[in-house]
């Protein structure tokens, strides 16, 4: 699994730009798409929300989403 800080330095590897934050949660965009990440730093995300950021994005890496929901 993987946590939102981690989470967050590979969208930024991406070209990802953080809109805002507002209490524990972090506006991405990419790409005109754009979707929320829940911060709790000491959490990983599950594999149904990373999913749902991805698709949000419009992100297909296969080969990286695949890593990421293992």
Do not use: C, G
Not at 30 to 44: F, V
């Amino acid at each position: 699994m993987i946590s939102a800080k981690n989470l967050i330095k590979i969208l930024s590897k991406y070209w990802a730009k953080e809109i805002r934050q507002k209490w524990s949660h972090l506006f991405i965009e990419y790409n005109w798409n754009k979707t929320i990440i829940p911060i709790h730093w000491n959490k990983d995300l599950w594999k149904w929300l990373l999913k749902q950021i991805f698709d949000d994005l419009d992100i297909e890496n296969s080969d990286l989403v695949d890593k990421l929901i293992k």
